[in-house]
Structures are given as structure tokens and as C-alpha cells.
């Protein structure tokens, strides 16, 4: 997923990178299935990875959506 570190390797002399993310729809739906296939895993799941099918990652995309606004809608505990 988009802002994961990595490593490059690019020969023996000293070298910088900077990285740019450049967000598109499919990048924020990955990142979405992502995180709720995270969440499965978490649980005991098995989820298939995102790409597979595009009617499980735009299913789970739109569950991600609706457990955040969900998150904030819940009251306050205080």
C-alpha cells in the first residue's frame, strides 16, 4: 500500500529518495480493503487480497466508509 517504507538498493554510492503520493480512487479503495482486511485477520479471518474481485474490494471499500462515519457519530463517553 501507498506510504509503506521500503528499501532501494541503487548501487554503492550515497542516494536520497523522496516519494510523492499521488492518490486515485483505486489507491484509496486498496488502502480501504486494506485496513478491513486487517480487521478480518485480526478476527480469526482469512480475506481474499484486494485486486481479486472487484465487487468484494468495492464492497469492503464502502464498509470501510461506513464504519467511519459510524466512529464518529458514536456519543462521547464522558
Known amino acids: ?4 517504507p521500503h528499501s532501494v538498493t ?4 550515497v542516494s536520497a529518495s523522496l516519494s ?3 492518490y486515485t480512487p483505486v489507491i484509496t479503495r486498496g ?3 486494506h485496513a478491513i ?6 478476527r480469526g479471518g482469512s ?3 484486494p485486486g481479486e474481485s472487484a465487487v468484494r474490494d468495492r464492497t469492503k471499500s ?9 466512529r464518529h ?3 462521547s463517553r464522558g
Not at 1 to 4: A, I, V
Not at 10 to 13: F, L, M, S
Not at 62 to 70: E, H, L
Open 1 to 4: 500500500p501507498p506510504d509503506t
Open 10 to 13: 541503487n548501487g554503492p554510492g
Open 20 to 22: 510523492i503520493p499521488f
Open 31 to 33: 488502502e480501504r480493503v
Open 37 to 42: 482486511n486487517a480487521w478480518l485477520r485480526r
Open 47 to 49: 480475506p481474499r487480497p
Open 62 to 70: 464502502a464498509v470501510y466508509d461506513v464504519w467511519r462515519v459510524m
Open 73 to 75: 457519530l458514536r456519543p
